[in-house]
């Protein structure tokens, strides 16, 4: 069984397939706590019923759109996500694994995307000393975010806030083994367009002068930050 938040059809807002109609399959339940998530529903308080995979895949061919996207939450601590991507490549489709890249799972998949948290993402003063502690602890996983890139296409995301941010991606990249630079995608945070927009006024030279890609959040200037695109 996996707990499941929402099963909705939209268009790609991130990432190299941006534009693309797709179905996504939002799990509920996160073993991070980034205090500026925007899906709570499917972490901090994660809502959803448990469901079968059958289920899910019932549910994913409602639409008969190729790409589905795997999110959360975190959809790589459910035991049965092998199943279900198994199930979802069975009908044909092409799947997107959105991850935090910080548990390690051999399950289908066609786009690794994996968005590894800074330590700009640690909740000070929004949770309980218990959790900062785990979140520190589990969220920067170089070695499992190699093994991830090695399993498949994939896409390496990080959210940044502040130049700081920017330069802490620097330093994670010297950790990391093995990443291509085309693949690096310095996505700006916000939950709104003019977040965004202030964002990347300095973000899009920053990427310029660093040889790195700039990935915008277009659903957010799509659609809002609504439940559902
Ligand atoms: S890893 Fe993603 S879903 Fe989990 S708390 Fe952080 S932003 Fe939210």
Redesign the pocket.
């Known amino acids: 069984m996996i707990r499941i938040a929402e099963v909705f059809h939209s268009v790609q807002g991130e990432g190299f397939l941006a534009g693309t109609p797709s179905i996504f399959v939002r799990t509920s339940g996160?073993n991070?706590?980034?205090w500026y998530?925007d899906?709570r529903y499917?972490?901090?308080e994660p809502e959803g019923e448990l469901q079968s995979v059958d289920s899910v895949l019932q549910a994913v061919q409602r639409w008969p759109t190729h790409h589905v996207v795997v999110t959360?939450?975190?959809p790589m601590i459910f035991d049965e996500l092998a199943l279900l991507c198994q199930g979802i490549r069975d009908l044909g489709r092409h799947i997107t694994i959105e991850t935090?890249g910080t548990v390690d799972r051999d399950v289908p998949c066609d786009l690794w995307s994996i968005s590894p948290?800074l330590s700009n993402?640690t909740p000070v003063g929004y949770t309980s000393d218990t959790w900062i502690e785990q979140h520190e602890q589990r969220r920067k996983q170089p070695a499992i975010v190699e093994s991830l890139m090695q399993r498949g296409e994939y896409q390496l995301k990080f959210v940044v806030g502040s130049i700081l941010d920017a330069e802490e991606v620097l330093e994670y990249l010297k950790e990391l083994h093995g990443w291509s630079r085309d693949r690096v995608l310095m996505m700006p945070r916000g939950i709104t367009s003019q977040e965004l927009q202030l964002q990347t006024s300095w973000l899009t030279q920053w990427c310029r002068d660093h040889d790195l890609r700039l990935c915008d959040r277009l659903h957010i200037h799509w659609f809002g930050n609504r439940r559902g695109t």
């Open positions: 996160c991070l706590r980034c998530c899906t499917a972490s901090w959360g939450g975190e935090a948290k993402s």
